[in-house]
């Protein structure tokens, strides 16, 4: 079983900065994936970003990519998500997700296990 706890969200204007956390504990293996996934109420919830078990590989969502950053932190069990140049469209709850396995993807379906979510509030 692994546990993933969330935090750093807030309310924050448009053109602000935010920086997620989410800390894994439990039975996580060596070689596993994280990413973070983001719901806006009434629609689907949508992939941000995801990160390799090394950092040497991410995949970024098109609406996010070159304003938001994922990283991770192995010692500490930790992935981030740096989230610069936000938007009032960037709103929702942003969802920490982890993947017992190397590979990674944006497919909601592949992540094994959940946070319960951090809420994002951009102004205008």
């Known amino acids: 079983q692994v546990q993933l706890v969330e935090s750093g969200g807030g309310l924050v204007q448009a053109g602000g900065s935010l920086r997620l956390s989410c800390v894994a504990s439990?039975?996580?293996?060596?070689?596993?994936?994280m990413g973070w996934f983001r719901q806006a109420p009434g629609k689907e919830r949508e992939f941000v970003a995801t990160?390799?078990?090394?950092?040497?590989?991410?995949l970024y969502a098109g609406s996010v990519k070159g304003r938001f950053t994922i990283s991770r932190d192995n010692a500490k069990k930790t992935v981030y998500l740096q989230m610069n140049s936000l938007k009032p469209e960037d709103t929702a709850v942003y969802y920490c997700?982890?993947?017992?396995?190397?590979?990674?993807?944006?497919?909601?379906?592949?992540?094994?296990?959940w946070g319960q979510g951090t809420q994002v509030t951009v102004s205008s």
């Open positions: 439990g039975r996580t293996s060596s070689s596993y994936t």
């Open positions: 997700a982890f993947k017992s396995s190397y590979g990674i993807t944006s497919q909601r379906a592949e992540y094994d296990y």
């Open positions: 990160i390799n078990w090394s950092g040497s590989s991410t």
